[in-house]
């Protein structure tokens, strides 16, 4: 297996880095794209077998997570998987225009978006269900863009999670601008030690993938952001998949090391070990508000589903490697560690089976009653203010509907 | 921390002094600095000792501090980008772009975003960024010259200015500034400087969305708007010696677009010219004319003509060449209207 040294210095006669970056077809089938997944790069607190692993930089930032919370991280994704297949299910059912699948990536979700305190702020990409919950967003709004009757219209100041973007990599820079924002207000850095973070202290997180790190708005936000001391956390899903591109389309080197090139710390975190999320993104939040951000995270995980209902991986990736992929799954190395543990017995797992169940039938139920939204809001808050131009259309459209059911009721 | 300012000037509501365009812009961003601790200018070079390219910021970092006005990285895209996020965060920013050529860089971010926000957010979402940009360079070629105003009127959610005179380079630009949409203001190299007249010292608004009448006349309008409106006055000043009456109606923001006036000016008239220096070819002009053949067709004497840039890159124009409408032009269209 070639290492990072060899990627971007190759031996002489050797083939280029790039070509070099390329996996051999036992990385491909090992679970291990262009960059290295093992070894000490990557930061694990429970390994796919459940077992805790200690780690002297990051364990004191989940010392207050026994058991109970444990569990509580545990439904939190059980419950936002159920969510996730019912959307898969609901679209192939014709009920949802699209869906942008988590499956797989829960735990980078989850542990970072648990991460946060009210106060900071969010701005996702499109495939951040997960993250919502976190935040407290009802999911059936989430619900809402894909049956599309909703362009994301929750009440953002009071979940602080932006709308979904989907121009790939742009809210980079506008979680950037607010975390600049942040800075400027005072809300940075007031804390009487660096171990503890003040009250009033935030940061910002934003969220994008693998695929993302190629686009010019990221780099400017990376730069912005240093240059600036922003305080905002660059949370990378690496899935390794940007639809059927793979990560060796993007990079030569692990995406993490990139922040090097910036000037502000970048770490590798097991995007599939809920724990070392939140512990890293808790860790990369506390040097943000201190001052002293930004923070690369790379979640190193998989999308374990198909970039959206739309996209076909069988056609372009290897069914051995979703195999190996599957045994890292982000919820089983949670049970797993509960029951070795005995932190929770199969009546838990049994209740949190049965209430995945009944929140999936409310989200169904809401979705395919779903009312469709007035045909006035096509025109509605394009301007702050009232527009005579904006006016004339809603009334001439409103008008041209009214005339339908005047002739229904003829008929 | 944001501190106001103490302001150092106390002016009488009426007391005027004779600006540049450059100099009244420069005094409606002190203003609104002054006033509101929210306001922010981001861009390149803006802050002192360059003051920005034009010098329309000149001693607004010196007098606000470079947390307020910051001379940024060169990246047009986090420039509007972290405009809209500073927005979010209660922040009214300012953001310049030096030339509007580069505004493709930024595109997205405006169309896609600063645009769209409000609507995607069902009115959530605020983003009153002013983006302040140039054009009217007219030596310098394809990448240097060209005025695009157009490519925003395709884009509901934001609001386009273009002023013609200081007064009204101070007045708009304060309304963009105070205003709850993103607005796009276009400030013209030529007139930055060659502008001058008396304008305001205080506070000075005008609102946005209303064409004004720069002379009235009998036997033709002329609906123009930025450096154009010049060479319309000065045609106008040229016929009236052959007895042809030109209006002249400055539209000053082309979104919200004053239809009404436009209106109420053929109707009189009767016969229109619409004059800009973007190109004819799907300019502007070419929505207005429309517009005025659909609903006062009955009432037209002659067809709707349009005078613009031609349908090329802009070229690099060395003194004496002119690949925008010049007053002959508009002179030899208007008489060619008034044989009809």
Known sequence: MSSPETWTHPEPGAVPAATAAQPTPEQVIAGLRATTEGGIELTQLLTPEGERVASPIFDGFVSDIGA?????????????????????????????????????????????????????????????????????????????????????????????????????????????????????????????????????????????????????????????????????????????WAISEPTERQSRLPLYQRARGYGFPGVRVDGNDVLACLAVTRWALHTCRNGNGPVLIEAFTYRMDAHTTSDDPTRYRLSEELEVWRLKDPIERVRAHLTRTEGADQEFFDAVDAEADEFAVELRDYCVNMPDPPPERIFSNVYAEPSPALDAQRDSYLSYLAGFESTAGEG | MTTTAESTTTTSQDETTRMTMAVAMNSALDLALDGDEKVILLGEDIADPAGGVLKVTRGLSSKYGTGRVRATPISETAIIGTAIGAALAGYRPVAEIMFMDFMGVCLDQITNHAAKLRYMSGGHSTIPITIRTTVGEQ????????????????????????????????????????????????????????????????????????????????????????????????????????GIDLEVVDLRTLIPLDMASVMDSVAKTRKAIVLHDATTFCGPGAEIAARITEELFGKLDAPVKRLGAGYHPAPYAPSGLSYLPTSDELADTARELLGY
């Open chain 2, 139 to 242: 030596r310098f070629g394809a990448q240097h010259s060209q005025s695009l105003e157009a490519w925003f009127m395709h884009t509901p959610g934001i609001k386009v200015v273009m002023p013609s005179t200081a007064i009204e380079a101070k007045g708009l630009l304060a309304s963009c500034v105070a205003d709850d949409d993103p607005c796009l203001f276009i400030e013209n190299v030529r007139l930055a400087f060659s502008q001058k007249q008396e304008v305001p010292v205080g506070d000075y608004r005008i609102p946005l969305g209303e064409a004004d009448v720069k002379r009235p006349g009998a036997d033709l309008s002329v609906i123009t708007y930025g450096p154009a409106v010049h060479t319309a006055l000065a045609t106008a000043e040229t016929l009236a010696d052959e």
């Open chain 1, 68 to 240: 109970e919370q444990l569990r509580g991280l545990y439904r939190d994704m059980v419950l936002v998987r159920r969510a996730d297949r019912e959307g898969n299910a609901l679209q192939r059912q014709g009920q949802l225009g699209i869906w942008v699948p988590l499956l797989g990536q829960e735990a980078a979700q989850i542990g970072s978006g648990r991460a946060l305190r009210p106060t900071d702020m969010a701005f996702p990409s499109y495939r951040e269900h997960g993250v919502a919950w976190a935040r407290g967003v009802d999911l059936k709004d989430i619900f809402g863009i894909f049956r599309c009757t909703d362009q994301g219209s929750w009440d953002f100041q009071g979940s602080r999670l932006h709308p979904y973007t989907i121009v790939i990599g742009n809210q980079v820079v506008n979680a950037v601008g607010y975390a600049m924002g942040q800075k400027f207000d005072g809300k940075v850095g007031n804390a009487s030690h660096e171990d503890t973070a003040a009250d009033s202290d935030e940061a910002t997180i934003t969220y994008f993938g693998d695929g993302a790190t190629s686009q010019g708005d990221v780099h400017e936000g990376f730069v912005w952001s240093s240059v600036y001391d922003a305080p905002v956390v660059f949370f990378c899903q690496n899935n390794q």
